[in-house]
């Protein structure tokens, strides 16, 4: 059979392929030069690149391995590739040629910092590596072939029974497969739901007076208005919901200010949804994180049929999965899967897979386990760190969550974020956070969010030194 570009082995010995043709004049070795220097000097092989065995691309090409083996020794000796025992040949680094660019990673926007304490952001070099690629074989080999086809809008099968086990023994929340839905992460779920609210007639959507202006922003792009609530020390006052169609809430561990919703205020927005059949969205970002007592229970478990349960897998595992969900009222699920449909009929069907395997294998728990250990013991350091290097400054909230509000002397504030930049610590003021339309509080309160789950364990006791140098 005639070997062409289609069905050549080129590289096999290292799984490239080249697609190098020899020129036909001037012969074969000088053929085969000139096409791998134009290749180098094209930019088609960068630098670093190994290039395959003399033997295989010899027998790739129909050459003699000699021919092959001189051509490499000429480009060796002009500098274009090198050769060294042990790593084979590769393409040569050349003087004035532009540096490769870095890869694009979820820190480029704070490259400039040396450490990074900014909140909502689990440490990824925690991120159980061997573990999750034990779940991915077991899964990928016990996977039907027709789990790698569209499949359903609502995720594969085998994730949402596992998330429905999990969840009800986990977080308390009343779920069956047939009403959660797997999500692109929590902001797929929130667009999802800002567009089905709308097409409800919903116009105005209460949130709490802090949070991600990047959240209240899903739910204001299909046209609807947020109304922040007021906010005191039991959470959202839910007494001063009116007419709002929906309000979006984090019970559990509220970000950034770091509490728990009282229970009366629990019951109270229950009893709202169920006056007004308003719909309750819970976020339940890092529900698992509670280090001074057993984690409050989801508000989903109230009443099943007036909240909408969002978790996630980003602040557990890494954000990096795109892995969310919702467990939907039974009255929301055909219209939330309508709208997935249109715009994403099914998210990475291999990683559904895996953290289903996660889930059932007990994996799951066990990562969750160590890493509340991990975060417990940094936050304790944290308040310590403050009690003796920094005693005017108090750490407040509940010990959940992967963030700390460190309340600050009245006044301060923008001078320690400022001090935080002239050190490359990156961290967040509070007034960063809230909502521009929240009424003004009658005690403004000076605060960093601080972050302590991002740091890699190497990187920490240096990130928490470089912080207590710069508070009041």
Request: with cysteine; glycine share 10%; aromatic share 6%.
């Amino acid at each position: 059979m005639e070997e062409s570009w289609a069905n050549s082995v080129s590289g096999r010995a290292l799984g490239i392929d080249l697609h190098i043709e020899p020129r036909a004049s001037g012969g074969v070795r000088r053929g085969l030069t000139d096409a791998l220097r134009e290749a180098v000097r094209g930019g088609r092989l960068a630098p670093g690149v190994r290039l395959p065995a003399s033997r295989a691309l010899a027998a790739d090409l129909g050459l003699a391995r000699n021919t092959v083996a001189d051509a490499y020794a000429d480009l060796v000796a002009e500098g274009w590739l090198t050769a060294r025992q042990g790593s084979g040949t590769r393409v040569a680094e050349r003087p004035g040629r532009a540096p490769t660019p870095a890869p694009v990673t979820n820190r480029v926007p704070f490259a400039g910092h040396r450490y990074d304490l900014m909140p909502g952001r689990p440490d990824l070099a925690s991120f159980p590596r061997a573990e999750w690629l034990k779940a991915a074989r077991r899964a990928l080999t016990a996977a039907p072939n027709d789990a790698l086809g569209y499949g359903d809008p609502r995720g594969r099968p085998e994730l949402r029974a596992a998330l429905a086990g999990y969840l009800a023994r986990a977080r308390g929340v009343q779920a069956s497969p047939e009403r959660i839905v797997v999500c692109a992460g929590f902001v797929q779920g929130m667009i999802l739901l800002g567009e089905v609210l709308h097409r409800r007639g919903v116009r105005d959507v209460a949130v709490e007076s802090y949070g991600l202006d990047l959240h209240w922003g899903y739910l204001t792009r299909p046209g609807l208005r947020t109304r922040p609530l007021p906010f005191d020390q039991e959470g959202a006052d839910v007494r001063e919901l009116g007419e709002e169609g929906a309000v979006l809430l984090t019970p559990a561990h509220q970000f950034p200010l770091g509490v728990a919703l009282h229970a009366r205020r629990r019951a109270a927005v229950v009893d709202w949804a169920r006056r007004t059949g308003g719909l309750i969205l819970e976020d339940d970002y890092d529900g698992e994180f509670r280090y001074d007592r057993q984690p409050v229970g989801a508000l989903q478990g109230l009443d099943p049929d007036r909240v909408v349960h969002l978790g996630t897998a980003s602040k557990s595992l890494a954000p990096g999965l795109r892995l969310g969900w919702m467990v939907l009222p039974a009255s929301l699920v055909d219209e939330v899967v309508e709208a997935k449909g249109y715009t994403d009929w099914s998210c990475g069907v291999l990683d559904q897979l895996t953290l289903a395997e996660f889930l059932e294998s007990g994996a799951y728990d066990r990562h969750v386990r160590a890493a509340r250990l991990r975060y417990r013991r940094r936050r304790d350091q944290l308040v310590a760190a403050l009690a003796e290097r920094a005693p005017a400054v108090r750490a407040t909230g509940i010990a959940a969550g992967l963030h700390a509000v460190l309340q600050l002397p009245p006044g301060t504030e923008r001078s320690v974020v400022q001090a935080a930049a002239w050190q490359r610590l990156g961290i967040s003021g509070l007034a960063e956070f809230r909502h521009e339309d929240a009424p003004a509080p009658d005690a403004p309160m000076d605060a960093l969010v601080v972050g302590y789950g991002t740091p890699p364990d190497h990187a920490w006791p240096g990130a928490l030194d470089t912080l207590c140098r710069v508070l009041p």
